[in-house]
């Protein structure tokens, strides 16, 4: 039993620290999706996202390849992180849970 | 995909990397991943609790060709560089934590050391340059990997747990030696365990028998 709780323990305390560390790389990534709108036979990007809990869609002009896929990139992180931090929540409290730390 | 199958999914793309990078030939597998692999040398499976840090040792100096990244590597695969307070990396991930060691070489001398050529900088251990004699290459789940012979890792381990803080590490260390050293008496290199622990330094050999006494495993010596 001393074995696994000490290797439990130590699963605990690298958690933490991961979820602490993919919580802030998550809001360090850019926020929103963006969205192409045609207007008049043109087509423009704007962002769609949410502020102070309300939908906006926010107007970025003709934006270049560049940046485009940097908000792509980000998005397509962001459902990772998310995912992984999940899975980092779900191992806390199963650990917590066997150590029994959490009621 | 259940958690198990995620970490060694993880585990493999990583090895995928380092064996695509040219690199894990030139490095040694440690650690508990150990016991995982040597089921392919043993053809047996070796009971052992594994905490998600695959730990490689590097041989200093460092000659390793190519050159490589490796966090920029891993960093595609959510990997994230984390720095120990004497300024070493662990790399992680919430599945598996990748960590690489150098064998201090003296008393005094424990700071980070840089290994350019991967990269990153690492943690100097001591004891660690046992595993890198008579280190064994075998192809397992079609990787090309060093390992320390089993024999070495299992005289490490219970070197290193009379050196433990932690009273449940010492016990996991002890154990999974002495599961090992159980598994190689029941092969053709039982004959090798005893010509080796006769050629380490007196205190390492003290620090062994201590650690099978307090297991009441010290026939195992003396039944080689």
Redesign the interface.
């Known amino acids: 039993m001393g074995i696994i709780q000490g290797v439990l323990k130590e699963e605990l305390e690298n958690s933490l620290r991961m979820l602490k560390r993919y919580r802030q790389e998550y809001k360090a990534l850019p926020k929103g999706s963006l969205v192409r709108k045609k207007v008049k036979n043109k087509e423009y990007d704007y962002l769609a996202c949410r502020e102070n809990g309300k939908f906006a869609l926010k107007y970025m002009g003709q934006l270049s390849d560049k940046e485009k896929s940097e908000y792509i990139e980000a998005k397509k992180k962001r459902l990772e992180y998310r995912k992984l931090i999940a899975d980092l929540r779900d191992q806390v409290k199963f650990i917590k849970r066997a150590l029994h730390e959490r009621k | 995909m259940s958690e198990n199958d995620k970490q060694y999914d993880l585990c493999f793309k990583v090895l995928q990397r380092l064996e695509d990078a040219g690199v894990l030939k030139q490095i040694v597998l440690i650690g508990s991943w150990c016991a995982y692999f040597y089921k392919d040398y043993f053809e047996e499976e070796l009971p052992s609790?594994r905490?998600?840090d695959i730990d490689f040792l590097v041989a200093t100096p460092p000659r390793i060709r190519p050159s490589v990244d490796i966090p920029a590597m891993l960093s595609d695969l959510?990997f994230?560089v984390?720095f120990h307070s004497n300024g070493a990396m662990r790399i992680?991930?919430?599945?598996l934590?990748v960590d690489f060691l150098v064998a201090e070489k003296g008393k005094g001398d424990s700071g980070p050391y840089k290994v350019k050529e991967l990269g990153i900088t690492v943690q100097q251990l001591r004891f660690v340059s046992l595993l890198l004699d008579n280190a064994i290459s075998f192809v397992s789940h079609g990787f090309h990997l060093t390992l320390p012979h089993p024999i070495n890792f299992a005289l490490q381990k219970l070197i290193i747990s009379g050196r433990r803080t932690?009273?449940?590490?010492a016990?996991?260390d002890r154990?999974q030696a002495i599961d090992v050293l159980k598994m190689v008496m029941g092969t053709n290199e039982k004959g090798k365990i005893r010509p080796l622990f006769d050629k380490l330094p007196m205190g390492w050999r003290a620090a062994i028998i201590k650690a099978l006494k307090s297991e009441n495993q010290s026939e195992i010596l003396a039944g080689c």
């Open positions: 609790p905490t998600r959510n994230f984390h992680e991930h919430p599945e934590i932690k009273f449940e590490k016990d996991k154990k």
